[in-house]
């Protein structure tokens, strides 16, 4: 029983970092779309192109996204702001779009 839950504890932990390594390629490929947008204007077109393509709807399943036409338009938005990934995701930017909403409402 000792056995089953260990390897059952570690194909869990195997899976979450599958999903954690495809998490990072659509952050990689959301940032190819906003220096695509910031250099040729075409970037939500270019996620929107990979994320429903075959090898995209593959990649977002993978990372635990469900690959469905509101998500395409989440990540078109996403790259209309051309605020990079790594930006929109660190603390201080959270602060800022808080207060800016405070400030807001």
């Known amino acids: 029983m000792r056995d089953f839950v260990d390897g059952t504890a570690y194909n869990n932990e195997q899976g979450n970092r599958a999903r954690k390594l495809f998490a990072a390629v659509v952050l990689a490929a959301l940032d190819d779309a906003i220096a695509d947008d910031k250099k040729y204007?075409?970037?939500?077109?270019?996620?929107?192109?990979?994320?429903?393509?075959?090898?995209?709807?593959?990649?977002l399943s993978c990372a635990?996204?469900?690959?469905?036409?509101?998500?395409?338009?989440?990540?078109?938005?996403f790259v209309g702001r051309g605020v990079r990934?790594?930006?929109?995701?660190?603390?201080?930017?959270?602060?800022r779009r808080n207060a800016a909403q405070a400030e807001a409402a």
């Open 85 to 95: 990934t790594s930006v929109a995701l660190s603390r201080e930017e959270s602060e």
């Open 64 to 77: 635990g996204i469900d690959p469905n036409e509101r998500v395409v338009s989440g990540l078109m938005e």
């Open 41 to 59: 204007g075409n970037g939500p077109e270019q996620i929107a192109r990979w994320a429903r393509s075959r090898d995209g709807r593959e990649v």
